[in-house]
């Protein structure tokens, strides 16, 4: 079967409670504040389902991510991730996701937080959702 990628970027700066996110699909089916994205996407709004799926991913990952380091004290500047979502042409259905996230944290290390960021991937709301039907799910995490 033949397999396509889409992705999609989410920078979070900010407070996260007030919705400081910007969401944004790379075809730009999407810029938005993260309250009016997750709106649009619980209302499965735009006009293309799985880079929106893509985005809603890389948005719930960089709100889990910078939600968990700030819990433990590391306040992020900025956490931007991009989800390349694999799809089978003959479905469509996802096959694979590759998450690919970068942070500003002031006072951690790589180590740090890479540890954060696995610990992210495996407690995203989104992540869990679609980990039991993919063949994969990857990440790449770096400390700027």
Same mark, same amino acid.
């Given at each position: 079967?033949?397999?396509?990628?889409?992705?999609?970027?989410?920078?979070?700066?900010? *407070?996260?409670?007030?919705?400081?996110? !910007?969401?944004?699909?790379?075809?730009?089916?999407?810029? *938005?504040?993260? %309250?009016? &994205?997750?709106?649009?996407?619980?209302?499965?709004?735009?006009?293309?389902?799985?880079?929106?799926?893509?985005?809603?991913?890389?948005?719930?990952?960089?709100?889990?991510?910078?939600?968990?380091?700030?819990?433990?004290?590391? !306040?992020? *500047?900025?956490?931007?991730?991009?989800?390349? !979502?694999?799809?089978?042409?003959?479905?469509?259905? %996802?096959?694979? %996701?590759?998450? !690919?996230?970068?942070?500003?944290?002031?006072? %951690?290390?790589?180590?740090?937080?890479?540890? &954060?960021?696995? *610990?992210?991937?495996?407690?995203?709301?989104?992540?869990?959702?679609?980990?039991?039907?993919?063949?994969?799910?990857?990440?790449?995490?770096?400390?700027?």
């Amino acid at each position: 079967m033949a397999e396509f990628q889409r992705g999609a970027t989410s920078t979070w700066r900010g *407070d996260l409670k007030g919705g400081a996110g !910007v969401v944004s699909t790379e075809s730009g089916v999407l810029q *938005d504040t993260a %309250i009016t &994205f997750v709106s649009r996407f619980e209302n499965a709004g735009g006009s293309n389902p799985e880079e929106l799926l893509g985005a809603a991913h890389a948005a719930c990952y960089s709100m889990y991510l910078s939600a968990i380091l700030s819990a433990a004290g590391h !306040v992020p *500047d900025a956490v931007t991730t991009r989800a390349a !979502v694999t799809l089978d042409a003959g479905g469509p259905k %996802i096959t694979r %996701i590759h998450l !690919v996230t970068e942070g500003q944290v002031p006072g %951690i290390d790589q180590a740090t937080f890479q540890q &954060f960021a696995d *610990d992210a991937k495996l407690g995203c709301p989104v992540s869990k959702v679609l980990a039991p039907g993919l063949e994969a799910m990857t990440l790449e995490a770096t400390l700027r």
